[in-house]
């Protein structure tokens, strides 16, 4: 990023982002501007914490007045989760964090937003969830919260592929929790009858495997969502928009995200991006 | 400050300054600009830390990868020194630090720059310390920083003032150590032969008390270092204005100092200014 920002002083209140490693994390780059734009003295610092220093680090900058915040990424969202003083529903069901504000009086609110995030960088096309078929590749940590987001969305039925039966059993359950009714199961192979297809395992970022889904079975009046494809353009990107897929990438998801997770730094409720 | 750096990203790295208060203390806004004319990935970040938390922040924080360094002001620089692995000579002799190193293997090395400061702010009038005549008003924490440097710059004596005995003694006692001889005394009431004034005492910046030298002692031949003058022109430096002294504030000071801070923190030897 070469964008200038405001400088800090000392009166700037800091927003911590803990990971392991840290230099390939783009939180800082791509939150800061949102706070300068909102007129905030607030800034995103990156601290390399590995798993062995997370529990002093955290103890320590959650202790400090002028830490608004903490935003966690790998190995730390489960860790996390567990030293919050509250937890949204959605954090609570996956049992994960990736975002946590710091109130005036110290306590610690902790909250998981790839899912509403992921939702949010559908743009419209969001409303094409309610009442879909949707078939999900990838029950890992982005996935459980992507699951609980599209139950709370109204989808009809949650498909999921995943290598591990558990991954799959356990992302199921939190859907249907969220659904209130049995809407997840395990994807039955060969079966494409789906509206919307997500991508949220690394297939297609890294790796050999191929998509499940064979581009013949995609059509045109599908909503293909692959958040795999961030920074390059994943083989099922491309097959989605060759056969006329409607289509969003890991980039609509991680802005929508970041204008979420500035706005809860930033001391607004969970989920209220932060406007300029 | 409304000067814009450049962004952080994942792989900054942070020179965290720690302070108790916080708000008013000038370091990251005055040292950012100094680290991006020199395109360096590094930003001087503010943290809040009393006195309390100042063991377990800075036991966490000294022991990330990304942290290039601590800065220190009140009320930790002594607490500060006792915690680093090696410490410079002034640093050793005062016993405090303000600014701390973080090398490539985790070692912390200890430096106070207020005196090489306070020297290199007088600029070619640094010059004339060898074999002057000092008065120094005040002998706590700044001025024995700087009463070691004078010694160091070769000065033929030094005068102390100060309210309290036991800080005339002790600061004496760090100016002659120094010095390799007695060079450093109580000042006698009333006698200004000097060729140099330094006030390192609050006088003139807060509180009611007069400096100790009437305006009718000042010279034009003489060089008068006021440290209280940071942002406001103190009495006893419009008096040496008036009376054709030369003279220096506490801006050059902190102006030459940050410059040498911003190069400690960039990994430099201890006493390297920062350049672009």
């Not at 609110?109 to 969001?126: M, R």
């Not at 390059?232 to 995200?257: F, N, V």
Request: proline share 6%.
């Amino acid at each position: 990023m070469t964008d200038l920002i405001p400088n800090l002083d000392g009166s700037s209140r800091i927003y911590a982002v803990f990971g392991d490693p840290i230099a390939q994390v783009q939180t800082p780059a791509l939150i800061n501007p949102l706070f300068a734009a909102a007129g905030r003295n607030l800034f995103a610092v990156p601290f390399h914490v590995t798993a062995a220093a997370f529990p002093a680090t955290w103890d320590a900058l959650a202790a400090l007045p002028n830490i608004a915040g903490i935003g966690v990424t790998v190995p730390h969202k489960i860790a996390a989760a567990q030293r919050c003083d509250t937890l949204t529903d959605t954090a609570q069901a996956v049992g994960a964090v990736n975002s946590i504000q710091r109130d005036g009086e110290g306590r610690l609110h902790g909250a998981l937003f790839d899912g509403v995030g992921f939702v949010a960088g559908l743009g419209d096309a969001a409303d094409r969830l309610r009442n879909a078929r949707v078939l999900m590749v990838g029950a890992g940590g982005a996935g459980r919260a992507i699951a609980h987001a599209l139950a709370a969305a109204g989808v009809a039925r949650l498909d999921l592929m995943d290598l591990s039966p558990q991954s799959i059993a356990d992302t199921a359950a939190i859907a249907n929790a969220a659904a209130g009714q049995e809407i997840a199961f395990p994807a039955e192979g060969g079966r494409f009858d789906h509206d919307v297809i997500v991508n949220a395992s690394p297939i297609g970022l890294k790796g050999d495997a191929r998509f499940p889904v064979p581009e013949a079975a995609l059509e045109p009046g599908m909503l293909v969502a692959d958040i795999a494809a961030l920074g390059k353009i994943t083989p099922l990107l491309e097959a989605a928009r060759r056969r006329g897929c409607a289509t969003s990438d890991g980039h609509d998801m991680l802005t929508a995200q970041i204008a979420i997770i500035a706005g809860f730094a930033a001391g607004l409720p969970a989920g209220t991006a932060l406007v300029a």
